[in-house]
């Protein structure tokens, strides 16, 4: 299989392509699956406008300027300082989102001529399709291009999809995170604690990014005092000139989310500045107290239907996450999925915000891919029609409704 970049420290370099032609073949095997995830976020994006016109709302305004989409657009004008002091205590702070995607908005905004909003469009668009081209990676070069493909249009018709196409962070985070997790299945250990680094400028789940990295650089070290290959990586010598790349590229990972909680801290003047930041929007971390105390009065009340859903919907999860250690994925892998997971799911706040939170976790959908690429190709398309369809309407519906995804 070739990889984007050939291994580290292997091979005579008169016997590999240009860097130009390596990367064209990556992208000329990806481009079906990059289609096909277009076209699924266009269907979505089609009835969402349909939907719109029916309920007479703007699917732009939808989009692009509601909800945190009106707080990075604001960062991306204004820079930081806003403070909203809401009824009850809440102090909401615009110090809880992170800067790189307005940065991304600020700067397209002064070199096309863009709102803020329509260039938070433009980063999302552009990253879900650089995100759908690693996820194809991933997925090819563990189980086979027929997963591959299915691992992207599952992980485009997730219910909350939608999202990848509105003015928020989660497309940017999952494509630096996918393409930090390719690197670290192909050994590039700089670009790999490069992307995380850019991921934990990102999101606060960066720190999910960065144990990947060190669980690659980890499960390296051990099989290469065992003398066993990377997983999915042809029999190569492992040079000792690799280990500075690792322990750099280690060292590189967590920068960028390091370098955002110091700067708040050093802002508010208190070590814990971030966190008492989202303790002022009601968020952290309790162990998913929160999460269950918001369930169990669903579940023992007139919204019990609502309470059994999403008891539904966590166990169907986590056995996700059980299919994927029985699966045996790679450890780097299971480590950001796990991560991203436990975040999600042990955080306070808003907690329909939760399957949007977890939407970066794609490693999840891996073995749903390999059933679907195993499957005959008219099962497995009708399948992943049906989802798509229902994707669709559910990410029209959610979006019409009266709480931020």
Known sequence: MTDLVSPA??????????VAL?????LRRALPAVLVYAAVRALGIAVLAVWGYVAGKSPHQLLS???DSLWY????????GYTLHLPGGKVHSDLAFFPLLPWLERGLSAVFPLSAADAGLVVSAVSSLLAAWAVFLIGERLYGRRAGVALVALWAALPVGIVQSMAYSESLF?????WSLYAVLTGRWLWAGSFAALAGLTRPVGAAVVLAVWLGVLTALRRGQRGEPRHGARQEPRGRRELPRMLLGAALAPLGWLAYFVWVGVRTGSPTGYLDVQGGWGNGFDGGLAFGSFVAQRLFGPAWAAGLGLLVGVGLVLWLYAACVRQRQPLPLLGYAGAVLLLALTAK????????LMMPAFPLLLPLAVALGRARPVRAVLTVSVVVLVSAVYGAFWLHGSGPP
């Open 349 to 356: 706040g808003y907690f329909g915000s939760k399957p949007r």
């Open 9 to 18: 420290g292997t091979g005579a370099g008169a016997d590999r392509p240009p």
């Open 73 to 80: 657009s604001r960062i991306a004008e204004d820079g930081y």
């Open 65 to 67: 300027a509601r909800w």
């Open 174 to 178: 999952t494509a630096l995170a996918a």
């Open 22 to 26: 390596r990367v064209r073949g990556a």
